[in-house]
């Protein structure tokens, strides 16, 4: 028999065996059905079963592995990201004469485009759709608002509940102002939001001269529903031995949540838009802990390479315990309860410094 929060597609094997939480050992042991406490929230107007969202990510790029992340209890499915290039490269009449903004791109394009990937991904959303009847939120990688935002439409036509607009923005050209990169935000999620009437979020970076006021001016724009705090890069290293410059670790640890959880709390009550946190929750308590600071829902990975689908509901089971343990019965009744506005000393949200651990030190 199964615990009481997974089904028959929970054990499948191609996944691996997720480890157990503190709270949650006894009852993956003990097998004791309970009462559940109401876990739903809402993100972007649509309703979710639970606040644990599976983010973009090759386990999201097809409906098998969709279907057994929603038999997971997934609260809602980010598609994988289909890029820009890959949108603009078939517009192109040639794709020989595609001209790329980067080194590399074109040759990016060659190999992962022939296949008609935009035919391929919306039917990805058609199918996603008829197999799980959880949101299914198509993701795409853009820097620009030229014409690839003609697809989003299409996207909605397939049957997205949403789009997520992932804007990575590396502030790297010394040539461009603060200015001129964060306009780019605004005129993609106007331009996109003029063609569809699903909701939209952005998936942005942290790199801003003034990203508080950044953020609540972006949430003056009517179309935007929600922020996701925020995008992981792609981060180089270097190789000393073979003196070559190599990728850094993929996956995120859990000491990485710390950003998107001072700005989770500091949007809060700032904005009326929902905030997703994404970027080092691994477990139940990274997930509380986002919660508590404002957070609607988290985007949640490296945890499910880790770790496999069952690490899903090994969090929601750690969730609901902690909020027995707390008298909470629902979300509503702790989401935000530690964020700035909140806070007894929301000081520590602003602070910078480690005066208090390291000032006496010489």
């Known amino acids: 028999m199964l615990p009481w929060f997974c089904n028959a597609q929970t054990a499948h094997k191609s996944w691996p065996v997720a480890t157990a939480l503190n709270v949650s050992e006894t009852i993956l042991m003990e097998n004791k059905p309970i009462d559940m406490n109401d876990l739903s929230t809402k993100y972007l107007g649509l309703e979710l079963k639970n606040p644990v969202i599976v983010g973009s990510c090759g386990f999201t790029s097809s409906v098998a592995k969709i279907k057994e992340l929603a038999d997971n209890q997934a609260g809602a499915i980010v598609l994988k990201s289909l890029f820009e290039e890959q949108i603009q490269a078939e ?116 790199y801003s001269a003034a990203l508080a006021g950044l953020i609540q001016k972006l949430s003056w724009i009517e179309k935007i529903g929600g922020f996701v705090l925020f995008n992981r890069y792609y981060t180089p290293d270097i190789d000393i031995e073979k003196m070559i410059v190599k990728s850094a670790e993929m996956l995120s640890s859990p000491g990485e949540a710390c950003n998107s959880l001072r700005w989770v709390a500091l949007m809060y009550g700032q904005i009326d838009k929902d905030l997703v946190a ?70 520590v949200f602003e602070r910078t410094q480690f005066i208090k651990y390291y000032g006496g030190i010489s």
């Open 91 to 206: 517009l192109s009449a040639n794709l020989e004469n595609y001209t790329a903004d980067y080194p590399g791109a074109t040759d990016y394009i060659r190999e992962y485009t022939r296949g008609n990937e935009v035919e391929t991904y919306l039917k990805l959303i058609a199918e996603a759709k008829k197999a799980v009847d959880i949101p299914i939120i198509a993701s795409i990688n853009c820097v620009s608002s030229d014409e690839w935002v003609s697809f989003a439409k299409s996207v909605e036509n397939e049957g997205a509940d949403a789009i997520e607009l992932n804007v990575s923005l590396l502030p790297s050209n010394p040539r461009q102002t603060s200015t001129d990169n964060e306009k780019k935000y605004e005129e993609i999620i106007r331009c996109v939001g003029d063609l569809v009437s699903i909701p939209i979020s952005l998936k942005m970076s942290h």
């Open 278 to 347: 994404a970027t080092g929750v691994h477990d139940s308590e990274g997930l509380i802990k986002q919660l508590l600071a404002g957070a609607a829902a988290v985007q949640i990975v490296s945890t499910i390479y880790k770790n496999g689908a069952g690490r899903i509901a090994t969090m929601l089971a750690g969730l609901d315990e902690w909020m027995t343990q707390k008298s909470y019965t629902s979300l509503a009744d702790f989401r935000g309860k530690l964020s700035y506005e909140k806070a007894a000393d929301a000081s």
